[in-house]
């Protein structure tokens, strides 16, 4: 288990001797003020941060803020015991941190403190690990409802798999999916994205080097296959691993050792290969830039995750999820989905799948200036308007006059407003409203 511990002090200063004491058993960052910790927090996750507000020298609320952004760590203080007598510094530890320690400090029950708080991190990573599994695999069509079955089969093998789908359909979710549901779940998922990774450099960063295997090698390194012992390594775009490298993979998938560079001992590795491409390696092998052997190897579990479009009963969820999920970010009184743009929605291709609904929807619920959002706010054409052509005149007009009145209801105006805005009385709003079947807006409460 990683035993980071990140350190925020006041101005930069050597810790005193008990702090130093209370935390040589870890693996510690220290910083001082809260700039510097915001940097250090967006290069890198700490489990556990220390909070040392002795000589704090930047406003509370700047710290109730900082905690804010940042209230994934479990967060332990220390600070001299006059400062609990201030109800907004009671009010902030109590909010932010899982303890607190006054001084003078015991060394070893601060010690205590952040081996416990290590400990909650890692529980509540194992529950937000699962849950993303299980919960944003989401929708219910029949495609994804089998998708979920047979990563439950190949979960329980240790064969290799190879998934399938197009660019933003969810293989790493997948991936994720099956390492959690594995008897490899307690050990790591290291994903690595093949395309990524400068061809010079695929060799030393997939299986390691050896001390003094080229110019400024150091110390050696560990590559990322070893690095994937007693878990599951993901090899993303599988099909841009080069040539020459597909032969270390095959030996790897084959004889369970690597050999780092400069090496010439082989190191025994149980990693679970889990790969994924967007182009049919078939193909390739066809082209010959994938070898046959690794790609019979691979090919003994495979899995296709359905292009969205192939799946449309669940956009809607999928854009309520999204929405909802980010009810922070979202401009303020934007409730959710106009009839229409639902429709449009459904009817769209999604060609990035639900890598595109992600961020259509994202987009959509900041920019949105009504209370519902609107095709438009997707940048997704209106439903129907593409069909205009060819339609009989009556037939065109009645299609009109329904997006007109439907998308002024939509924007959650009163019946004045909308009957002011569409230019005609509130009798005739009435009585084209229900003509069309269409309901009355749900008021906001401002309006
Ligand atoms: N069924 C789903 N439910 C919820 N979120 C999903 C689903 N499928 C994909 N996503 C989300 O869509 C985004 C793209 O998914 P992911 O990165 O797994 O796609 P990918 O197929 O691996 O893409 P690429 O081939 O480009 O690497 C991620 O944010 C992922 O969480």
């Known amino acids: 288990m990683s035993r980071q511990v990140l350190c925020i002090t006041g101005p930069p200063h050597a810790l005193p001797g008990p702090l130093h004491d209370a935390i040589a058993g870890f693996d510690v960052c220290h910083v001082a003020g809260l700039a510097a910790a915001d940097t250090a927090l967006q290069g890198q996750h700490f489990p556990v941060g220390l909070l040392v507000l002795d000589d704090w020298q930047e406003p509370l609320v700047e710290l109730d803020h900082f905690l804010r952004r ?7 203080a220390v600070f001299r015991p006059q400062a609990l007598q201030e ?15 006054t001084w003078p400090l015991d060394p070893g029950r601060l010690s205590h403190t952040l081996g416990h708080a290590l400990g909650l991190a890692a529980l509540g990573q194992r529950a937000e690990a699962a849950d993303a599994c299980a919960m944003r695999l989401t929708g219910n069509s029949p495609a994804i409802t089998l998708l979920r079955q047979q990563i439950m089969k190949v979960a329980g093998a240790d064969a290799p798999v190879l998934i399938w789908g197009e660019s933003g359909t969810g293989k790493e979710l997948v991936a994720r999916a099956i390492h959690e549901h594995s008897g490899r779940a307690d050990g790591p998922f290291v994903p690595i994205n093949c395309g990524a990774i400068p061809a010079s450099l695929v060799q030393s960063v997939l299986f390691g080097y ?12 560990t590559g990322l296959v070893e690095s994937a012992s007693g878990g599951s390594i993901f090899l993303d775009e599988i099909g841009d691993l080069p040539l020459e490298l597909q032969a270390n993979l095959l030996r790897f998938l084959q004889e369970k050792t690597i050999y780092r560079v400069g090496g010439t001992r082989s190191v025994p590795v149980d990693a679970r290969v889990i790969a994924a491409s967007h182009v049919k390696l078939a193909d390739a092998v066809a082209r ?32 309520e999820e999204v929405f909802h999920g980010y009810a922070t970010e979202r401009a303020r009184g934007v ?11 459904r009817s769209h291709d999604w060609p990035g799948n639900v890598r595109e609904l992600l961020n259509r929807v994202r987009r959509a619920a900041v920019m949105a200036d009504g209370a ?6 997707l940048e997704l054409e209106a ?3 593409a069909a205009v052509s060819g339609e009989a005149l009556d037939s065109a007009r ?18 004045t407003a909308v009957a002011r805005e569409l230019g005609i009385s509130r009798m005739t709003l009435y009585r084209l409203m229900a003509k069309h079947g269409l309901q009355r807006p749900v008021r906001r409460a401002a309006d």
């Open 70 to 76: 940042h209230s994934r760590p479990r967060w332990v």
């Open 87 to 101: 109800a907004p510094f009671r009010q902030l530890v109590h909010d932010h941190c899982v303890d607190f320690h």
């Open 210 to 221: 050896e001390k003094g295997a080229f110019t400024g090698a150091g110390a050696g390194k």
């Open 288 to 319: 010959g830039d994938f070898r046959e052997d690794l790609y019979y190897r691979l090919n003994v579990l495979t899995l296709q995750v359905p292009a969205l479009r192939e799946r449309r009963e669940d956009v809607v969820v999928l854009a």
């Open 335 to 345: 409730r959710g989905f106009s009839s229409s743009a639902l429709r449009a929605m």
């Open 372 to 377: 519902l959002i609107q095709p438009h706010d």
């Open 383 to 385: 439903p129907g308007r």
């Open 398 to 415: 009645e299609r009109a006059e329904r997006l007109a009145l439907q998308s002024q209801l939509d924007a959650g105006h009163s019946i």
